[in-house]
């Protein structure tokens, strides 16, 4: 995964880790090379000062010579001295004349480039133009590295009498040790760091992410349809400060918002209701005021059909009486829901007593089981049913099929308790089926279209769901599902 797709947390981590290893590294490195540096110094200061004494010593012993101090005699002043010289400080040593020609060496094979018995044109080169008349090599051969120095000998009166060449090997084993251990103590002393580091970084970490795992939480929590909290932190940075002044004052704007919004649903669902209301009492009215006034203009008391007339005059009152007791009825079931009780109940009892109240012998009922508990309202549960099943008589009767048919049919899975009605009715359209639990819609000629809609609000107060599938003309079937009781 990449690492900007990672949570701030593991970023935080990462980073101050990574920062702790990448200066370990850098500080071993540095280690390294100043080591290197300081191991190139201490053998060029160690070669200068050993070239500093021997030429010293060979002043001493040009001094106390009997033989004449010249180029060509130094083979014999040196004769034997050379070996003292070796001895003393354990080097070897080569005597070139002014041209580069072997005059005399410390030992009788030469084995190294610079032991040749003659001088290479550039090291002649670079020591004449050297303004100290010294000149060291530095050159590496079968894996070992070496400096070799040349220089020239002076008589008493600085006149050059010879070039001294001393071949000089870099033994590096003691300061590798020394790299090598102080290695060791900076590795010790890293990783007790990074010990330290990584409980450091998870710590600050955590703490710095806690603040803004609480407001991302809050903010998961946030929900238009309830009462949100405020976010309240102490002791946290400017900036997570702001976010949660930010935060509470979106909340505030919120409840504001949701308050007003849900004012205005209210008002505007009473004005619906209002003029649904009105609408469908008027419609019995209409038929109720033309009769009246028909009676009015044709009643004769002299009339020998006058009680016959009452008679058909009071049945059509009546009927328009019932039709808008029959609208009130609907509209205060719909608007005064009881309230909620959770009681355990068995679903296939009161199942079997809500169809009891039908006499249509073309209700069938199954269930897997006897017994099936769940936590419901007992009136509810039996609403819900009712309506269903009276839903699906009116949609086969609508139909007239030759084997009128419904199932109500209840199944207990495992976390769920199935309630079906299916029937061989006038079926839905399919681009019906979102709106029927819609209240006011209705495809029936009568109806306040409010029973299905009243049904999905039961459920869903369970935590359940209902859903409906259809074949219009075949068959359609209703499906409630509510949690079972475990």
Same mark, same amino acid.
């Given at each position: 995964?990449?690492?900007?797709t990672?949570?701030?947390?593991?970023?935080?981590?990462?980073?101050?880790?990574?920062?702790?290893?990448?200066?370990?590294?850098?500080?071993?490195?540095v280690?390294?090379?100043?080591?290197?540096?300081?191991?190139?110094d201490?053998h060029?200061?160690?070669?200068?000062?050993?070239?500093?004494?021997?030429?010293?010593?060979?002043?001493?012993?040009?001094?106390?010579?009997?033989?004449? %101090?010249?180029?060509?005699?130094?083979?014999?002043?040196?004769?034997?001295?050379?070996?003292?010289?070796?001895?003393?400080?354990?080097?070897? =040593?080569?005597?070139?004349?002014?041209?580069?020609?072997?005059?005399?060496?410390?030992?009788?094979?030469?084995?190294?480039?610079?032991?040749?018995?003659c001088?290479?044109?550039?090291?002649?080169?670079?020591?004449?133009?050297?303004?100290?008349?010294?000149?060291?090599?530095?050159?590496?051969?079968?894996?070992?590295?070496?400096?070799?120095?040349?220089?020239?000998?002076?008589?008493?009166?600085?006149?050059?009498?010879a070039?001294?060449?001393?071949?000089?090997?870099?033994?590096?084993?003691?300061?590798?040790?020394?790299?090598?251990?102080?290695?060791?103590?900076?590795?010790?002393?890293?990783?007790?760091m990074?010990g330290?580091?990584?409980?450091?970084?998870?710590?600050?970490?955590?703490?710095?992410?806690? $603040?803004?795992?609480?407001?991302?939480?809050?903010?998961i929590?946030?929900?238009?349809?309830k009462?949100?909290?405020?976010?309240?932190?102490?002791?946290?940075?400017?900036?997570?400060?702001?976010?949660?002044?930010?935060?509470?004052?979106?909340?505030?704007?919120?409840?504001?918002?949701?308050?007003?919004?849900?004012?205005?649903e209210r008002?505007?669902?009473?004005?619906?209701?209002?003029?649904?209301?009105a609408?469908?009492?008027?419609?019995?009215?209409?038929?109720?005021?033309?009769? %009246?006034?028909?009676?009015?203009?044709?009643?004769d008391?002299?009339?020998?059909?006058?009680?016959?007339?009452?008679?058909?005059?009071?049945?059509?009152?009546?009927?328009?009486?019932?039709?808008?007791?029959?609208?009130?009825?609907?509209?205060?079931n719909?608007a005064?829901?009881?309230?909620?009780?959770?009681?355990?109940?068995?679903?296939?009892? =009161?199942?079997?007593?809500?169809?009891?109240?039908?006499?249509?012998?073309?209700i069938y009922?199954? $269930?897997?089981?006897?017994?099936?508990?769940?936590k419901?309202?007992r009136?509810?549960?039996i609403? %819900?049913?009712?309506?269903?099943v009276?839903?699906?008589?009116?949609?086969?009767?609508?139909?007239?099929p030759?084997e009128?048919?419904?199932d109500?049919?209840?199944?207990?899975?495992?976390?769920?308790?199935?309630?079906?009605?299916?029937?061989?009715?006038?079926?839905i359209?399919?681009?019906?089926t979102?709106?029927i639990?819609?209240?006011?819609?209705?495809?029936?000629n009568?109806?306040?279209?409010?029973?299905?809609?009243?049904?999905?609000?039961? %459920?869903?107060?369970?935590?359940?769901?209902?859903?409906?599938?259809?074949?219009?003309?075949?068959?359609?079937?209703?499906?409630?599902?509510?949690?079972?009781?475990?």
């Open positions: 995964m990449k690492f900007y990672q949570s701030l947390r593991n970023r935080i981590f990462l980073s101050m880790l990574a920062l702790v290893v990448i200066a370990s590294i850098l500080i071993a490195i280690t390294v090379y100043q080591y290197q540096e300081e191991a190139e201490y060029r200061d160690r070669l200068e000062r050993k070239q500093e004494n021997i030429t010293k010593h060979i002043g001493d012993m040009l001094y106390e010579t009997t033989f004449p %101090v010249e180029t060509e005699y130094i083979p014999l002043i040196f004769k034997n001295d050379i070996y003292k010289l070796k001895r003393i400080h354990n080097l070897e =040593i080569y005597f070139y004349d002014l041209e580069g020609s072997l005059l005399k060496s410390s030992k009788a094979s030469f084995v190294r480039d610079t032991s040749k018995t001088l290479s044109a550039s090291v002649m080169n670079q020591l004449t133009m050297s303004s100290d008349k010294t000149f060291i090599e530095e050159f590496e051969e079968d894996g070992v590295r070496y400096q070799s120095s040349y220089s020239y000998i002076t008589d008493a009166s600085f006149k050059p009498l070039i001294l060449n001393l071949p000089y090997i870099e033994d590096d084993g003691f300061i590798k040790r020394e790299l090598q251990e102080n290695l060791t103590r900076l590795a010790i002393a890293y990783l007790f990074l330290i580091a990584i409980a450091l970084a998870y710590f600050l970490s955590k703490y710095i992410t806690k $603040s803004l795992n609480t407001i991302s939480q809050k903010i929590d946030t929900r238009l349809d009462r949100n909290k405020r976010i309240n932190v102490t002791n946290t940075t400017e900036e997570i400060s702001n976010l949660v002044n930010a935060y509470n004052g979106m909340i505030d704007e919120l409840e504001a918002s949701a308050a007003t919004l849900a004012a205005n008002e505007a669902a009473w004005r619906e209701m209002a003029k649904q209301v609408h469908e009492i008027k419609n019995p009215l209409t038929p109720m005021r033309l009769t %009246v006034q028909s009676f009015q203009r044709r009643f008391a002299e009339d020998p059909d006058i009680d016959a007339k009452i008679d058909e005059y009071s049945n059509t009152l009546i009927q328009q009486i019932d039709t808008m007791s029959a609208i009130a009825s609907a509209f205060s719909y005064q829901m009881p309230a909620q009780k959770d009681e355990t109940l068995n679903v296939v009892k =009161i199942t079997k007593m809500a169809l009891d109240i039908f006499n249509e012998p073309y009922f199954s $269930s897997n089981d006897e017994k099936i508990i769940a419901f309202d009136t509810q549960l609403r %819900v049913l009712t309506n269903l009276k839903n699906s008589t009116q949609a086969i009767e609508q139909n007239n030759d009128p048919r419904i109500v049919e209840i199944t207990e899975e495992v976390s769920e308790i199935l309630i079906t009605v299916s029937d061989n009715g006038i079926g359209a399919p681009e019906l979102e709106k639990f819609e209240p006011k819609f209705t495809t029936k009568s109806g306040m279209g409010l029973g299905l809609a009243m049904v999905k609000t039961i %459920v869903e107060n369970y935590n359940g769901s209902i859903t409906v599938t259809s074949t219009p003309g075949v068959k359609t079937t209703f499906t409630v599902r509510i949690p079972r009781q475990m």
